[in-house]
């Protein structure tokens, strides 16, 4: 028995591996039989295709096609207004040089105290911005002021790649504008140009297109509508008025482009976002940049208009003398012979209330509304006086020259060295300091005016006030015109080939 269990025991593992062996070999027939090909994968060969082996492509459904006579549904209308006015966006790139902030307040009692330390090396910085081709046979660019503010050399891009040198035709900060002129070849074609609207005519809620540069990705699309008319933005020292607000997506480098209706039209120049808060994005109203163009591209500024009066914020105490619940709008303080104030019957101690159908809650609101304001075009001023409310018709007029040099004196209380009155040490209006940069220099200080009281001397150079570069006569007729009701200023002052950063309280 034990030997033929043996014998049973063999010959039956025997029969177990051969039917495993025969199943191998079935499964492996089976396998080539059902996948042709398959045994050559251990040769790290690919399968065959469909194609190879005769097999049906599989059938993908065709595109649908627009019928004919049908626009393509895709073309809706934000991609024909950017096909349209793309290519009138240019990217700006605008070379400066860069030097250290001023370290501080350096001030004495009435003297000037420790020179600041000199600044590092300057460096040459880029700045990115947008602009709009508005005369594509003269090469104009409407863009922002702030986009080439201190530029030493501006160049633009085109949608198509061409990039042409520009040199600035006019600007004024105040109202955040500039104009540029490329350098066309001679014989040229003429560049595409984009199209003026009617910013008046904007509806809150109607959909627009912002075109830009941001972050250097040039022509840029973002969407949206529009949010707001009429918004005031603080923006650093001044208050800009008369914004259209939007949340269409704008972002550093996308200031100075174009803000297009769904007619392809310009209807406002890309300004600002608010940095606080996602989604709200600012842009001058076309109609603005339109009453100005010819002043900055014939003069290079824009004219200064004034009303004839100076004012101060409202306090608590005044609010309750003049039976206001809150303090709002703006105590005049001054008014100036033969100006639209006096002609008007406007006195000092008058509150300003409202100016043009709008509110003035303080002085720096008062001056944002000035600059959205025409001269000799009629304007509503809304007054208080004692316990009555009156309105009157004003006609403003434009700050000239001497008028602006006289209130320099008047209310700062240094006057200006000009072409008319030289001097021994300089017989221009401004001078270069040894850091190369110009600046006004001081001719005469008024007695125990606020200049007197800081300890400016002739001979001194103002080289900024504020934010403001001055660097020539112009400039601090500009600087006066934004400060002009301030309390107090930060001046940057060149004595004896150093600079010194000091307050003024006026």
């Not at 890309?270 to 603005?288: R, W, Y």
């Not at 002609?343 to 300003?352: P, S, T």
């Not at 001269?375 to 018709?393: I, K, T, Y």
Request: with cysteine; aromatic share 4%.
């Amino acid at each position: 028995m034990p030997r033929g269990g043996r014998s049973y025991t063999t010959k039956g593992r025997a029969k177990g591996r051969a039917s495993t062996l025969f199943a191998g070999l079935c499964c492996a027939l089976a396998l080539s039989l059902a996948l042709p090909g398959a045994a050559a994968l251990g040769q790290n060969q690919e399968l065959a295709s469909p194609q190879t082996t005769g097999s049906p492509a599989p059938t993908l459904p065709a595109p649908i096609q627009p019928a004919p006579g049908q626009a393509d549904p895709r073309r809706t209308p934000v991609v024909r207004v950017v096909q349209q006015a793309g290519p009138a966006v240019v990217s700006i790139i605008s070379a400066r040089e860069v030097k250290a902030p001023f370290a501080g307040e350096s001030l004495l009692p009435g003297i000037f105290g420790t020179p600041q330390a000199q600044p590092p090396k300057t460096r040459t910085a880029q700045n990115l911005g947008s602009g709009v081709i508005i005369d594509g046979a003269k090469g104009y660019v409407l863009t922002n002021a702030h986009v080439i503010t201190g530029a030493t050399q501006i160049t633009a891009r085109l949608h198509d790649g061409r990039e042409f040198t520009a040199a600035l035709q006019g600007a004024d900060q105040d109202m955040d504008l500039a104009v540029l002129k490329l350098e066309l070849p001679q014989g040229a074609p003429p560049l595409p140009q984009a199209r003026m609207g009617d910013s008046s005519e904007l509806m809150i809620g109607e959909p627009v297109i912002a075109i830009g540069n941001p972050y250097g990705l040039s022509h840029t699309v973002t969407t949206g509508v529009v949010s707001a008319l009429e918004r005031s933005v603080n923006a650093g020292q001044q208050t800009i008025a008369g914004l259209i607000q939007t949340d269409a997506a704008i972002n550093p480098g996308n200031s100075g482009g174009p803000l297009l209706n769904i007619l392809g039209q310009v209807v406002g120049i890309n300004a600002a976002v608010f940095a606080k808060g996602g989604g709200l994005g600012f842009a001058i109203p076309i109609n603005k940049a339109k009453s100005v163009l010819d002043e900055l591209i014939t003069t290079g500024r824009v004219a200064h208009i004034w009303l004839g009066l100076l004012g101060e914020n409202m306090t608590p105490d005044q609010a309750a003398f003049y039976g206001l619940t809150r303090p709002g709008g703006m105590v005049v303080t001054d008014v100036f012979p033969g100006t639209p104030a006096e002609i008007a019957g406007i006195r000092a101690g008058d509150v300003l209330l409202a100016m043009g159908g709008h509110k003035v809650r303080d002085k720096s609101q008062f001056l944002g509304l000035l600059l959205g304001t025409s001269r000799g075009e009629p304007l509503a001023v809304l007054l208080s006086r004692a316990d009555r409310q009156f309105q009157v018709q004003m006609r403003p007029q434009v700050l000239e020259r001497q008028a602006g040099l006289g209130l320099i004196t008047w209310r700062w209380g240094f006057t200006p060295r000009t072409a008319e009155m030289p001097g021994p040490a300089s017989p221009a209006q401004h001078s270069r300091g040894a850091a190369g940069i110009a600046g006004v220099v001081v001719a005469s200080v008024r007695a125990n005016a606020p200049a007197a009281r800081l300890g400016l001397k002739p001979g001194d150079v103002i080289m900024q006030v504020g934010s403001l570069r001055t660097a020539t006569e112009a400039d601090l007729l500009t600087a006066f015109y934004r400060y002009q009701m301030h309390n107090q200023l930060l001046l940057s002052v060149l004595r004896g080939g150093q600079t010194y950063t000091v307050r003024m309280r006026i």
